[in-house]
């Protein structure tokens, strides 16, 4: 004889043969709705579907369970989009709404039974604990352990709308603890909000339904506003190719701190990218200290690089163990952040510079050098032009200064008609183009770059008196510089100055 027939599908308790349970009081024969299970319906040869838990959802139900094998209550999940399918007749099997709903229902369902998988790898007192799951009629199906309690929403509702910032720290340092679990085995959970974290009767929370198959459904369906929940989902997700890794539950949790602590939901962040209104929670709550405030503006900036980029790091920020600059209240609008494969993303995001050519980025600096040191050889010559026309027609009394030039200087390449100069040897050299021309001529000209050697002209300066350094620098300068050549006449040298050939900057 089934043991199971008089147990009550509200509590599991025994009834008897009454519809409304003298303990719980669930009367099981109030009309239910068609999209759901019947009572007492077994499920894999082990578990008995009992009434409903919460609302039925738009991608499932979850159903209080009865396991015949172990005598314990369960919460049981089960697979059904309701825009792709529905129950058919038989009040169990569910069918598609159309070939092209199949499709995206077998999608789904492929990624649901994945989802299971990753949570039964779990095993946190912070995360749900799966026991099993198996598909049946049309379908998938995941059993949980059934733990009373309320979610988080509920909770803050029964609080008054708010609570204190140590009670808010340390429900999310649990959370996290599980999150830290989750990440280190390569998962994201990508669907954080009070709705999702439950609180049982011993005030133990629990994170709770990752939602992969969901999330993915909506990526493929390009229906991520549809999926997503505003105010706690961070604005790499709003897009398929988002830049998705820890730091994005991480902007979850945040959010979940800020409703906790004030009872706001935050503006969504696709809002906030046009224009920012997040308030800082001492803002709006005098009482919360600076600190609290600025850690989670930092966990929900909008740049992915801004917040903390792994669970570990913002842990340690809730707990005190490390410490934020005092300005991080001010977060940059920067949502086009790179983009990073969302797998392996224990890497953290970094930006990438274009790289130009070496010659391209040494051409510029060369250019204002030259254009520079052209620049202070002409002034320097004016100045000395100047400086010696003074001197000639006032000179000094009882001084007199002879400069005697000797040149053995090589003459300079002269232009053929093809564009080829000729040294002094007859043979042709390849012209050298602008540029080139003008850094040699300037470096010919500049009196501190040009070294004297054999083929250099050479100066002998003869005084009656001992010069200064000064005027034999200036005769060196005035012999060497083409604006010079105005007061070269003044001079007695050995023969006049040649000019010089090549490009010019001006």
Known sequence: MNTWIHLCPGCFLEKGEVSQCPYCGYDESE?????????????????????VLGKPGGFGITYLGWDIHLNTRVAIKEYLPRDLASRDMDQATIIAHSREDGDM??????????EARTLAQFDHPNIVRVRSFFEQNGTGYLVMEYIEGINLAEHISLC??????????????????????????GFLHRDIKPQNIFITSSGRPILLDFGAARLAMGERSRSLSIVLTPGFAPYEQY???????????????????????????????????????????NEI????????????????????????????????LLAGKQTIPSN??????????????????ASSPTSVEKSLPVQNKRLPLMVAGVSVLALILIGVGLF?????????????????????????????PRPTNDGNSVNSAGTEKPS??????????????????????????????TEESAATPADSGAATQQINTKESTSNAAQEKSSKPQQKRSGGSLW
């Open 384 to 412: 000395l032009g100047g400086f010696f026309s003074t001197n000639k027609s006032n000179p000094s009394p009882g001084r007199s200064t002879q400069i005697t030039q000797t040149t053995n200087q090589t003459p300079l």
């Open 432 to 461: 050298m183009n602008g540029m080139e021309a003008a850094t040699v001529n300037n470096k010919q000209q500049s009196p501190t770059s040009v070294q004297q050697t054999k083929e250099q002209p050479k100066q002998t300066v």
């Open 328 to 345: 991080i209240g001010s977060i940059p609008n920067s949502a086009n952040a790179p983009t990073i494969k969302q797998q392996g993303f």
């Open 105 to 114: 229902f077998l999608f789904g369902l492929q990624q649901f039974l994945e």
């Open 31 to 51: 009309r239910r709705t068609p999209l759901v299970l019947p009572h007492r319906v077994i499920l894999n040869n082990q578990y008995v579907v009992g009434k």
């Open 239 to 281: 897009h398929r190719r988002g830049e998705q890794g820890p730091w994005t539950d991480i902007y979850s949790c945040a959010a979940t701190l800020y409703f906790m602590v004030t009872g706001i939901t935050p503006p969504d962040a696709a809002e906030r990218v046009a224009q920012d209104t997040l308030q800082p929670v």
């Open 285 to 316: 709550v005098p009482e919360i200290s600076a600190v609290f405030s600025n850690i989670i503006l930092q966990g929900m900036a909008l740049d992915v690089r801004q917040r903390p980029q792994d669970v570990f790091v913002f842990f340690d």
């Open 160 to 185: 008054g709308g708010k609570v204190t910032e140590q009670t808010a720290t340390s429900i999310m340092m649990h959370i996290l603890d599980g999150l830290r679990e989750v990440h280190s085995k």
